[in-house]
């Protein structure tokens, strides 16, 4: 009687190096949607994310010596002049209108590479 065997070493890093590539898709996606959001007078602050935030981390960076007090909205008003679509939370507004596709690339760009 044949059996099948699995190599489970070639599995596991099959699906390492596949997460790996689609997380470096969703964190360039997440940068993208969030900065529709972000404030824009000189470009800097969205500038900085780009620059800063390594696509594959999991993390998306904007860092000015403004980012905090621009993100949390601490006295501060935006202006609509550049980026009408500007104020703070802007990750939060992002991902509020923009998750379901999000999702949706993870899931399409795993099921393409496995």
Avoid: C, H
Wanted: proline fraction near 4%; aromatic fraction near 14%; hydrophobic fraction near 35%.
């Amino acid at each position: 009687m044949a059996g099948i065997e699995f190599n489970t070493a070639n599995i596991s890093s099959r699906i390492r190096n596949t997460l790996e590539e689609t997380q470096k898709i969703l964190d360039v996606q997440v940068l993208k949607d969030s900065n529709y959001y972000a404030p824009q007078d000189t470009g800097e602050l969205q500038r900085s994310g780009d620059r800063l935030t390594i696509p594959g981390s999991g993390k998306v960076i904007w860092e000015t010596p403004y980012a905090r007090r621009l993100y949390y909205g601490i006295t501060f008003n935006f202006s609509k002049d550049k980026n009408a679509n500007a104020g703070p939370l802007w990750f939060e507004q992002g991902k509020s209108t923009f998750l379901s596709d999000w999702v949706r690339i993870v899931q399409n760009d795993f099921n393409d590479r496995f």
